[in-house]
């Protein structure tokens, strides 16, 4: 009873307040405030506390879900490319190969010039090369002791290069300092790297003709995909060359959209190192795209940070090693990000993990010959080692 009267009296008090500011138009007042909140219900307060803030705070933690998923209506995709099929058995001849292309054979082979940006992934670039290495002239190699984000790192291939002596004869590698330029935006150090490699290709002795391979550590053209370009007259001048694209290991097979890599015929003051797209062309099923495809842990965290799109790493435990195993072994995403892609009907097939393969045919050889060494690659292996 005696509350009652109590509510009943600001009730009152509000009434009076608010009838007051009806007729003479005066200022917004604390007591006028107060009348405004007696006059909201529970549920009013529960929208205002409650539903509100874990709004806001889900827009900050999903954000970039929020408008990944929205991308298809704000984004066009690109131009599709124009496929070129490939064919390939190991007992169907040059010649017929290059004929069920529309090419002709050519007398010699081209030579081949593969050349890389190295940043860290030393068993990815070993099996690289040994796919590669019956087909290549001149294996060049970059490396610069920073990142493309600017943070320092050891020249990993130097303190390694006893590995790869089986190129030694054949290997141009340079090196350089990083610029370290902090705050700047990291596809400029990148471009900057890119044109360094362009040097050293000349140096390498790359010629008119010649065939060079422009693409990413771990965009691995298959050796026969290469033989067949240095092999076939009247190919495309520039190639891109479709790859399947994997996530941690083969055993997370994404899809098979990766186009970034490309193979030319050098032209002397025109070709240019670059690692976007140059042209509509684009070979089918020419390779492997091993993402994320490291042994240790702390390679996981390394990358993760020098990557180009640093902001990624939006929360700080994105980058506990317990976490990141266990995305690995669920084939989740690392950055709890929503698939990239640009229709509603793929980025709702991508959602989810990964499904786990348990297919090894048709992987790099050097890969099943070693595959005790190199088994967290392979299916049914997702532990990684710590350290
Ligand atoms: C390849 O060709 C050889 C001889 O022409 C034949 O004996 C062999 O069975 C063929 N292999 C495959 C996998 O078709
Ligand atoms: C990077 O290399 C350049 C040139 O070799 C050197 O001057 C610089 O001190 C190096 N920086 C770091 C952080 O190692
Ligand atoms: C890639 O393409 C092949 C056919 O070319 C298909 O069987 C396979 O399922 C595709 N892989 C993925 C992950 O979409």
Redesign the pocket.
């Known amino acids: 009873m005696m509350s009652d009267g109590g509510y009943k009296k600001t009730d009152d008090i509000c009434e009076d307040v608010c009838g007051q500011e009806v007729m003479g138009g005066a200022p917004l007042n604390m007591s006028r405030l107060r009348c405004i909140m007696r006059g909201l219900d529970l549920k009013v307060y529960l929208l205002l506390f409650i539903i509100v803030p874990t709004v806001v705070l889900g827009i900050y933690v999903h954000g970039q879900k929020i408008t990944y998923f929205l991308r298809p209506l704000w984004e066009k995709p690109p131009k599709p490319f124009h496929e070129i099929p490939h064919y390939y058995h190991e007992n169907v001849s040059m010649e017929n190969l290059c004929r069920l292309h529309g090419w002709a054979i050519r007398e010699s082979p081209r030579r081949v010039f593969d050349a890389v940006l190295f940043n860290n992934e030393v068993d990815i670039l070993t099996i690289r090369w040994k796919e590669l290495e019956p087909y290549v002239t001149q294996f060049v190699l970059l490396e610069v002791?920073?990142t493309f984000t600017g943070i320092?790192k050891p020249l990993y291939f130097a303190n390694h290069r006893e590995h790869f002596k089986f190129v030694e004869q054949r290997l141009t590698y340079g090196?350089?300092?990083?610029r370290?330029k902090k705050g700047e935006n990291p596809f400029v150090e990148e471009a900057y790297q890119r044109v360094v490699l362009d040097k050293l290709l000349g140096i390498a002795g790359i010629m008119d003709d010649d065939l060079l391979i422009m693409s990413d550590v771990d965009e691995i053209p298959s050796g026969h995909t290469i033989n067949l370009l240095r092999w076939c007259a009247d190919t495309p001048p520039v190639l891109h060359l479709r790859l399947k694209n994997y996530l941690y290991s083969f055993e997370f097979p994404v899809d098979n959209k990766s186009w970034r890599a490309s193979v030319h015929q050098y032209k002397a003051g025109k070709t240019r190192y670059a690692h976007y797209r140059q042209t509509d062309d684009i070979l089918s099923d020419a390779g492997w795209h091993c993402s994320f495809c490291f042994r240790h842990i702390s390679e996981f965290i390394f990358k993760m940070k020098a990557y180009s799109h640093y902001d990624r790493v939006r929360f700080k435990y994105y980058l506990d090693p317990k976490r990141i195993q266990d995305v690995i072994c669920k084939g989740a995403n690392l950055f709890d990000m929503l698939p990239e892609e640009y229709t509603f009907k793929d980025i709702i097939g991508k959602l989810g993990p990964i499904p786990h393969s348990f297919s090894a045919v048709h992987l790099p050889a050097h890969l099943l010959n070693n595959a005790e060494k190199y088994k967290y690659l392979l299916p049914g292996n997702c532990n990684r080692e710590s350290g």
């Open positions: 002791n920073s320092p090196t350089i300092g990083g370290f």
